[in-house]
């Protein structure tokens, strides 16, 4: 095939470019597949890993019924090694929830103290509202209170104060319990309409305190 003057010189052009450029294009290409390689072994070792997670949980489950003490070690290979999963803290959660119905608050507090480290902010949130319980039980309501000043999201707020509402009634301080109270109801009412149902428990709860 012919190629007029035109044409020939947009190859000589074209093959130049690719002679001084085509090196680095190459290499981008094949960055590019590597990345992508990578990403796809990456979702592979994700899904191993969540796999192997699961199955690490479902045993840290059955341990748990068994009151043998391997749950224990379970549960720290899954802390360990699954950190990030789902699993790991659910497990621990579970884990400081036997504990607390078998009344061994010692065995509660580890279990929750890690979620607190190393887990999302809701769950970091639902562990220190637990484990703020777990405390008043053990006579240390200061430490309870100290454990719901950080609210990790602020989706929490209203509940952790009407947690402190509860320590304070603990400690025969209705003046604070009150004070905390009013903070929830107003953190609630904020929220609008689809909390109206909440605000009214929590504004009867009120009505019961003593003046």
């Known amino acids: 095939m012919a190629f007029d003057l035109e044409e020939q010189e947009q190859i000589e052009n074209l093959k130049a470019f690719w002679k ?51 749950d224990a070690s379970l549960l720290s290979n899954l802390q360990s090694n699954f950190g990030k999963s789902r699993y790991a803290a659910l497990a621990s959660f579970n884990t400081a929830q036997t504990a607390v119905n078998a009344q061994a ?7 929750l103290q890690w979620i607190i480290e190393h887990s999302t902010v809701d769950n ?28 990790p999201t602020p989706e929490f707020t209203a509940a952790f104060a009407n947690k402190k509402s509860d320590i304070y009634l603990t400690m025969n301080d209705t003046a604070n319990a009150r004070k905390s109270l009013e903070a929830a109801i107003k953190t609630v009412e904020a929220e609008g309409a689809q909390s109206k149902d909440l605000a009214k428990s929590l504004k009867q709860k009120l009505d019961f305190l003593p003046k």
Do not use: C
């Open 20 to 70: 001084r450029w085509g090196w680095l294009l190459s290499g981008i290409v094949v960055l590019g597949a590597v990345a992508f390689l990578g990403l796809k072994g990456n979702d592979w070792y994700q899904a191993r890993q969540m796999s192997q997670a699961a199955e690490l949980f479902e045993t840290h489950t059955q341990a748990l019924t068994q009151k043998d003490g391997s």
């Open 105 to 111: 608050w010692d065995k509660a507090t580890p279990p």
């Open 124 to 151: 970091q949130a639902a562990a220190r509202l637990m484990l703020a319980d777990v405390l008043v039980q053990t006579q240390k309501n200061d430490d309870a209170l100290k454990t719901l000043e950080t609210v």
